[in-house]
């Protein structure tokens, strides 16, 4: 009898433990539903870096100025123009389902009110404000999801051992106890985190400085889902996480993951520089967008804010825009999956859910006949999304007794286009299909 208990008691506490931690795929896959919808997040770098506009935390480790003149930043950042409502606005005129902005970067600065030490902008600056909290309350307002960037390096802590890219304070395995203690420290901003904002999604940063026994990756997991068992991980919590983070690189095939996620700035940089003003266009963003949101990813789409809290017009105007299209064409962005293989058509793709819509993206001025190689299915209807047109196409190649579908060319006029990128949407007889065969009888 007590052996059974024992025994019950055994499955239990694993099936517990396994929920946990999440490594079941099943229950991955339901909390990772609302982010495969998303298609687009906005990433908000704001720290004290923006103050001389310099690299976010690696212009000190790189030695382009020196740690003390660095932190010299803290005592001009100001926040005075700072308003989360207005950042939260601007988020959900993107068309973004969630935000993820710096609650700490690799410089040791917390953006919110840690009581771990008193390296925050909160105590250490004039903005002697928390950044984070009335973003985030902001944001739910909206119904926008919030992710927590947070950098496992901490070049600031005296206990962390990196610092400067050639000097290190301490090898980890020559002081454990010193180790164990900045462990302390940045699992316990953690759960503070976990506990004060509930981070719908957690962005780490920096793993590549240690390894997952090192970081106890596992015990950090288990920290955020023992308390927010929805909560998404992000790849950087060497192995881990939920889903992959190419970042700035747009992958040329595929990625062969559930869920990626994309990470791009607007210009060159992160964080707010003056100096920088390679600023993506409109344009760029948008086929960027589309290209990913058709390779099945989405896209985190990264603002750095100045000092005083306000944004770049730039990257405003961005954000309007981007904003503005994705409503017209939300239909072929948002709850779609990724589209047709690539060879099909000469450009982004994306499908509904049921597989019997196909939306065909078509960039700039184009106009003339279009080209769709190998669907098999009948094509009900073309229309011009957020214009209404109808098209007409046609069907060259096809031999009635051949299982060969034959191209189908579409007709795109004049005067029908989106003045950055055009979708059309083809109704199909049933979920696609595609012919990939060799030709003839085959
Ligand atoms: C990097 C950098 C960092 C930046 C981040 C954003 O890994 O270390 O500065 O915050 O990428 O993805």
């Known amino acids: 009898m007590k052996k059974t208990m024992l025994l019950i008691l055994f499955c239990w506490l694993s099936v517990y433990c396994r929920a946990q931690t999440q490594t079941d795929p099943k229950a991955i896959k339901e909390k990772m539903e609302w982010f495969a919808d998303a298609k687009l997040g906005i990433f908000i770098h704001a720290g004290i870096y923006s103050v001389n506009g310099i690299d976010e935390s690696w212009s000190f480790h790189n030695k382009k100025i020196s740690y003390a003149d660095y932190m010299k930043q803290l005592s001009g950042f100001t926040l005075k123009k700072y308003d989360p409502a207005s950042w939260a606005d601007l988020v959900k005129e993107s068309g973004a389902r969630y935000a993820v902005i710096t609650t700490k970067h690799h410089d040791g600065v917390a953006m919110y009110d840690t009581k771990q030490d008193n390296l925050s902008i909160v105590k250490a600056a004039p903005a002697n404000r928390d950044m984070v909290k009335p973003f985030f309350e902001e944001l739910r307002k909206r119904g926008i999801k919030c992710g927590a960037y947070f950098s496992l390096i901490d070049w600031s802590h005296p206990n962390y051992p990196g ?16 180790w164990n203690n900045f462990r302390t420290f940045f ?13 719908d999604l957690w962005w780490f940063d ?18 955020i889902l023992s308390k927010n068992p929805a909560a998404i991980i992000n790849g950087r919590l060497q192995g881990y996480g939920d889903y992959n983070t190419p970042e700035q690189n747009f992958p040329v095939t595929r990625p062969p993951f559930n869920w990626w996620e994309l990470c791009m700035t607007i210009n060159d940089n992160w964080g ?10 409109p344009y760029e963003i948008i086929t960027i967008f589309a290209d990913v949101v058709a390779n099945g990813g989405n896209l985190l789409l990264d603002i750095g804010p100045k000092e005083d809290g306000t ?10 825009e981007l904003g503005a299209w994705n409503k017209k064409h939300a239909e072929a962005i948002f709850n779609t999956t990724g589209g047709i293989p690539a060879g099909h058509f000469y450009g982004p793709t994306t499908l509904s859910k049921d597989s019997t819509t196909l939306y065909l993206f078509v960039a700039g001025k184009t106009s ?15 229309s011009v999304l957020g ?3 109808k098209l007409t196409y046609k069907v060259v190649g096809k031999i009635s007794w051949s ?7 579409i007709d795109l006029p004049d005067g029908v286009q989106d003045k950055y990128m055009t979708v059309l949407k083809l109704k199909l007889d049933k979920p696609v299909k595609l012919y990939r065969g060799q030709g003839g009888l085959k």
């Open 272 to 281: 707010y520089q003056q100096a920088d003003q390679n600023w993506k266009t």
């Open 206 to 223: 920096g793993d590549w400085e240690h390894s997952a026994e090192e970081w106890e990756a596992e015990k950090v997991r288990h920290i």
């Open 403 to 409: 299982p060969v579908p034959g191209l189908v060319y």
């Open 187 to 199: 699992q316990g901003q953690i759960t503070e985190i976990n506990n004060m904002f509930k981070p």
């Open 311 to 320: 944004i770049p017009d730039q990257e405003v105007n961005v954000l309007k």
């Open 368 to 382: 003339g006949q279009l080209m769709l190689k190998g669907l098999d299915c009948k094509i009900d209807e073309i």
């Open 387 to 389: 214009n209404g047109a």
């Open 163 to 178: 610092f400067l890219k050639d000097s290190s304070r301490y090898a980890v395995q020559k002081d454990y106890d010193r």
